[in-house]
């Protein structure tokens, strides 16, 4: 008969290690590059960051962003949503002054842009350095084409006629790249706000870089009276 094993031989049960806020930020920043399912584990991650939900350990380092920043630049919609709902800034702004509106709306994420808006994101944030300054979400959006983000914004408080450093708006964008869906729906959107002849710092109108004709048709069907008329 085999003997029981005797009280001093069982081990102990191992507790777990209290992780640091700075592995914890490393360890979600693998998570969130990997693409790996959300777990029990985030929530502890998480829980080891305390409060701080937009902690970096670097502050001074201009290379470090925060978790909800790196999540919405990698696409990740649930972990953006988990952060925020923890009470993650979805205003702060990187080393160019851009905030997770500009990454969101330059990469094209519509949703991702709707969720930070209902959280409080500016959609006028308009980046600081790094050769783009003064461009918004919605001039970003403009350039691309993209029009369904467009009502997004617009709905969400977007200024259309808020313009960059050259005094270039999203109509101006729109006109040049020939976006003919993205100026519909900024007149559509814009109005009554929304300006159809701004001049930018070297004195163009949308209608002077029109892309097309199609565009200054547009142009004079909503207002724009610098436009050529025989056109």
Not at 11 to 30: C, M
Not at 135 to 148: E, I
Request: glycine share 6%; aromatic share 6%.
């Amino acid at each position: 008969m085999e003997e029981s094993p005797r009280a001093e031989d069982a081990s102990p049960p191992r507790r777990r290690r209290r992780v640091s806020r700075e592995e914890a930020y490393k360890a979600i920043v693998k998570i969130i590059d990997e693409g790996s399912e959300l777990t029990s584990t985030m929530n502890r991650l998480l829980a080891s960051l305390g409060d701080d939900v937009d902690y970096v350990p670097n502050p001074d380092d201009n290379t470090e962003e925060t978790l909800c920043f790196i999540a919405v630049n990698m696409g990740r919609e649930d972990v953006v949503k988990m952060l925020l709902n923890r009470g993650a800034d979805p205003n702060w702004e990187d080393w160019e002054g851009a905030t997770a509106c500009n990454i969101a709306a330059e990469n094209g994420h519509t949703d991702m842009v709707r969720l930070l808006l209902t959280h409080g994101a500016n959609p006028n944030a308009a980046r600081t350095r790094g050769g783009d300054e003064g461009k918004t979400p919605l001039y970003a959006v403009a350039v691309r084409g993209d029009s369904f983000t467009v009502k997004v914004l617009l709905e969400g408080g977007a200024d259309p006629n808020k313009a960059d450093y050259a005094k270039l708006t999203p109509l101006h964008a729109a006109a040049r790249y020939g976006h003919h869906d993205v100026i519909q729906e900024l007149f559509k959107w814009g109005s009554p706000s929304i300006i159809p002849d701004p001049k930018s710092r070297d004195g163009k109108t949308p209608c002077d870089i029109a892309l097309d004709d199609y565009v200054v048709l547009l142009l004079k069907q909503n207002n724009a009276l610098t436009c050529p008329t025989n056109q």
